[in-house]
């Protein structure tokens, strides 16, 4: 039987969680007008301090690489983040609990109809400084220029200063920004598919990690994260599958 008090010391041993919530993917969490997050990662977040019965202090970053910096650093208890094996040198992942597609968005006049015509020399590519889709196109761009953006959400607005001649990032949010800015289209289809996971400091404990990895299980089981999902609206994510044990 799982003691629950001594997983919640290994996972938060200030006695309090400190959750690390990126409000700049706007598919999972969000910032209201009083400054207050909400979203998914948020209800997660919730869910998960109380069945640890600790109290939630939430962290709420612009960017995804800010509050990686807060895991990795310790100064979180527990953050949500897209899978990428950087990231896993200070981090230890969960299974993902949702899937969410990243696109390229491109002028209408582009000739590119094509994501594997985008990897050319001539080519810059707009993404947001330390994100998934950062960290991933760092790798599989061979050939075409990375122009990081301060932020994902600002990569829209880089890209129409005009900078750069494509822009990647979370497909929703850039289909978003085709819908109300005239002269932009997306490519068909995704460049990758984003495992977004939950994620505790390395040197938590292997309980403290096999205890999470069961709380995400269980909240998908559950059903949990597909009402939060319906209940936010959330368009562009996907319940991701279970685990087989």
Same mark, same amino acid.
């Given at each position: 039987?799982?003691?629950?008090?001594?997983?919640?010391?290994?996972?938060?041993?200030?006695?309090?969680?400190?959750?690390?919530?990126?409000?700049?993917? %706007?598919?999972?969490?969000?910032?209201?007008?009083?400054?207050?997050?909400?979203?998914?990662?948020?209800?997660?977040?919730?869910?998960?301090?109380?069945? +640890?019965?600790?109290?939630?202090?939430?962290?709420?970053?612009?960017?995804?690489?800010?509050?990686?910096?807060?895991?990795?650093?310790?100064?979180?208890?527990?953050?949500?983040?897209?899978?990428? %094996?950087?990231?896993?040198?200070?981090?230890?992942?969960?299974?993902?609990?949702?899937?969410?597609?990243?696109?390229?968005?491109?002028?209408?006049?582009?000739? +590119?109809?094509?994501?594997?015509?985008?990897?050319?020399?001539?080519?810059?590519?707009?993404?947001?400084?330390?994100?998934?889709?950062?960290?991933?196109?760092?790798?599989?761009?061979?050939?075409?220029?990375?122009?990081?953006? %301060?932020?994902?959400?600002?990569?829209?607005?880089?890209?129409?200063?005009?900078?750069?001649?494509?822009?990647?990032?979370?497909?929703?949010?850039?289909?978003?920004?085709?819908?109300?800015?005239?002269?932009?289209?997306?490519?068909?289809?995704?460049?990758?598919?984003?495992?977004?996971?939950?994620?505790?400091?390395?040197?938590?404990?292997?309980?403290? +990690?096999?205890?999470?990895?069961?709380?995400?299980?269980?909240?998908?089981?559950?059903?949990?994260?597909?009402?939060? +999902?319906?209940?936010?609206?959330?368009?562009?994510?996907?319940?991701?599958?279970?685990?087989?044990?």
């Amino acid at each position: 039987m799982t003691d629950l008090s001594a997983i919640a010391s290994l996972i938060a041993p200030t006695g309090r969680l400190r959750a690390a919530i990126n409000v700049g993917n %706007p598919v999972l969490a969000h910032k209201r007008a009083d400054g207050s997050g909400a979203g998914v990662s948020v209800d997660l977040a919730t869910r998960m301090a109380a069945q +640890l019965g600790l109290s939630l202090d939430l962290q709420l970053f612009e960017a995804a690489a800010h509050s990686v910096d807060a895991v990795t650093q310790g100064q979180a208890d527990v953050g949500f983040f897209a899978v990428d %094996p950087v990231r896993g040198a200070g981090i230890g992942f969960s299974a993902p609990y949702v899937l969410i597609e990243g696109a390229y968005m491109v002028r209408s006049d582009s000739a +590119l109809r094509d994501n594997a015509q985008v990897d050319v020399a001539e080519h810059e590519v707009v993404v947001g400084q330390g994100s998934a889709y950062d960290l991933y196109l760092s790798r599989a761009l061979k050939h075409a220029r990375i122009l990081r953006a %301060p932020t994902s959400p600002a990569v829209v607005d880089v890209y129409l200063q005009p900078q750069g001649d494509v822009a990647a990032g979370v497909k929703v949010q850039l289909e978003a920004a085709v819908a109300s800015h005239p002269g932009l289209r997306m490519l068909p289809g995704h460049f990758m598919l984003i495992q977004q996971a939950m994620g505790l400091p390395k040197g938590r404990g292997e309980a403290a +990690l096999q205890w999470l990895a069961a709380f995400v299980e269980e909240a998908k089981a559950s059903g949990f994260v597909a009402q939060a +999902l319906a209940q936010h609206q959330v368009q562009g994510a996907v319940v991701a599958p279970g685990v087989q044990r």
